[in-house]
Structures are given as structure tokens and as C-alpha cells.
């Protein structure tokens, strides 16, 4: 089968499911977008790396990063092969420079470990016509809450108590927040710094 080569472009909280997140994958010759949902700890582990930030200790997928790294293992592309009742199988394919091996793994993680490895991510076309979505014109999903309008945006941002302080005052918090591993707290810092530097 013929593989499609997937983007990160959106990670957003989940409308449908309390605590959860919407990971937006797209097709990148195409219009097309696959939305998975997946739990909070990936999604910060995702946006964490994706945003460059340095967490005062290494997360799980970290660890799993320099332990590849320390026996000359790298991850070469993640497949979303499968789709079974709503839920998306996802394979990390792994090298040590002689022999290839596919490792199982749910696809929040096999993503974490993508975007640390820098390697591509691919699914097939019966997944795409599946369960993507087509997104007519331009637009485009970036990482904030792609869900929530400007005021609920607003009101989630006063509502952190961020809204008030200075960007200054929120980099710091930011920096604060990275070294108490409060990743919670800095996505929602993130997110306000990245709501002003829009308006």
C-alpha cells in the first residue's frame, strides 16, 4: 500500500472529551486532516517538544530518545496502519543500522517519539478516506485551542490569572512553571504569550 505523509498541524483540548486532546494530523499534498484524540500527558509531551521547551528533567519519550541514542538506534518513521473501531494503531519503525524492526505502539506515543526524532510519520489512504477530514480554502490549524472562539479564549486566559500579567512577567512564570515540571501550567502560559503575539 501506498503510504501518505502526515504533519502536525493542530493540538487543541477535546470538545467531546473531558481532559482529552485533539492532535490534528495533515495530509501534506492535500487537504485532508486526521483529528486523534489522545490523553493530556501525550499532547504535553507532544507540544513540549514541538515548542522547544526544556523541562528540567527528562520526560518518558526523552528517556526514550537517549536510550535509543545510547546503543545507536533510530527511529526511521511512524505508520498509523490501522484503524479499528475508532481506535488508531500506530507502528515506530527502528533501526540500528543493520537490521529494521517495527514496534507496536499507541499512536499518542509513536507521535511523542516522532517529533523527537525528527522522523516522518505516514498512514494509508483507507484511513485517510476513513476518518480524515477535508478542510475547504486556506485555512489552517495551528498549535493553540483551535476549538474555542477569541472570547472563550479570552476567558480561559483570565480565568489562568495570566491575562493580567506583563509578557515579561509571563516568561518568567514560564521558566518557572518548565523547572517546578508544571507542564500543565506552561502550555497555558504558552498559549496566552502565543494569543498576544497574534493580536
Known amino acids: 500500500m ?39 500527558f501525550e499532547a504535553q509531551a507532544i507540544a513540549i517538544e514541538i515548542e522547544k521547551m526544556t523541562p528540567s528533567r527528562p520526560l518518558t519519550h526523552d528517556l526514550f530518545k537517549s536510550f535509543g541514542q545510547a546503543y545507536h538506534i533510530t527511529v526511521q518513521e511512524i505508520i498509523i496502519y490501522n484503524l479499528v473501531d475508532g481506535i488508531f494503531y500506530s507502528k515506530l519503525i527502528c533501526s540500528d543500522g543493520k537490521k529494521v524492526v517495527e514496534i507496536d505502539a499507541r499512536t499518542s506515543d509513536a507521535i ?41 479564549k479570552t476567558t480561559a486566559a483570565a480565568t489562568g490569572g495570566f491575562a493580567t500579567l506583563s509578557t515579561d512577567e509571563l516568561k518568567t512564570k514560564l521558566q518557572e512553571a518548565l523547572a517546578e515540571e508544571s507542564y500543565e501550567k506552561a502550555a497555558k502560559i504558552r498559549d496566552e504569550l502565543n494569543r498576544r503575539k497574534a493580536s
Open 2 to 40: 501506498k503510504k501518505i505523509k502526515l504533519d502536525i498541524v493542530g493540538l487543541s483540548y477535546s470538545q467531546t472529551q473531558s481532559g482529552a486532546y485533539a492532535l490534528v494530523l495533515g495530509e501534506v499534498s492535500g487537504r485532508r486532516r486526521l483529528p486523534i484524540i489522545i490523553g493530556s
Open 112 to 152: 511523542a517519539v516522532a517529533v523527537r526524532f525528527d522522523c516522518p510519520i505516514f498512514t494509508y489512504e483507507f484511513i485517510l478516506s476513513t476518518a480524515g477530514i477535508v478542510i475547504e480554502g486556506n485555512d489552517f490549524v495551528y498549535l493553540e485551542n483551535i476549538n474555542e472562539t477569541p472570547e472563550e
